[in-house]
Structures are given as structure tokens and as C-alpha cells.
């Protein structure tokens, strides 16, 4: 399975980005979607994560001002960031588990993360 995610870019503080994420594979059957974040010379830390189910967890830092949702069926993912703000900077890493077809086997896929988009909050 592939991750591929867009949607970031450069934006002034207090402006709005939407990052997408879509999984790619065989017979996908996907459990947890989300988000984490690297900021230079910082661990990687939780954005927020949606459950196959809706339930949705986000770090402290982005409560209120971010929206993490998905399309189960699309085995997509979306975070839509509001009030951003210039700690907002970072990479953003997409992330899922779940079962699909691996070399003709349907197995556990473990952690699967997506290469990352570069979001800069700037004025």
C-alpha cells in the first residue's frame, strides 16, 4: 500500500490549508487514518487521527482549529487546518494500518506512513 498526500504549501498566519491523503492497493481494508508532524529539530508528534469508525483524537496544540476527517470508501483521509499559525510549520506525515493484498497475501500492513508534505506558516 502507497500513501500519497497533498495540500501543503506556504500561508500567512491565521490563513487556512486542506491536506489530502489517499491510500493505494489492493482489497484495502484500512483502520486508523491520520496525521502527524515534524518541525525542525523536534520530534514527530500526534496532529490527529480518525478511527474506520469517525472517532477522532487531535493533539492539544490543534484542538479547535483543525478537522481531521475520511471517506472510508475512497480510503481517504483530509485535515483541514484553520487559524494557523507559525509552531503550525512543519512536515506532515500521513499514516494508516489496517489489512490488504501484499505479494498476492492479504496480511496485516502494519504502520504505513506517506512521504510527507511541507506546510511553512509565514508571513
Known amino acids: 500500500v502507497q500513501l500519497q498526500a497533498s495540500g501543503g504549501g506556504l500561508v500567512q498566519p491565521g490563513g487556512s490549508l486542506r491536506l489530502s491523503c489517499v491510500a493505494s492497493?489492493?482489497?484495502?481494508?484500512?483502520?486508523?487514518m491520520g496525521w502527524y508532524r515534524q518541525a525542525p529539530g523536534k520530534l514527530r508528534e500526534l496532529v490527529a487521527m480518525?478511527?474506520?469508525?469517525?472517532?477522532?483524537k487531535y493533539g492539544d496544540s490543534v484542538k479547535g482549529r483543525f478537522t481531521i476527517s475520511r471517506h472510508n470508501a475512497q480510503n481517504a483521509v483530509w485535515l483541514q487546518m484553520s487559524s494557523l499559525k507559525p509552531d503550525d510549520t512543519g512536515v506532515y506525515y500521513c499514516?494508516?494500518?489496517?489489512?490488504?493484498?501484499?505479494?498476492?497475501?492479504?496480511?496485516?500492513?502494519?504502520?504505513?506512513w506517506g512521504k510527507g508534505t511541507q506546510v511553512t506558516v509565514s508571513s
Open positions: 499514516t494508516t494500518g489496517g489489512h490488504g493484498m501484499v505479494n498476492g497475501q492479504y496480511k496485516d500492513l502494519g504502520e504505513v
Open positions: 492497493g489492493s482489497d484495502l481494508s484500512l483502520q486508523g
Open positions: 480518525i478511527s474506520r469508525g469517525g472517532a477522532t
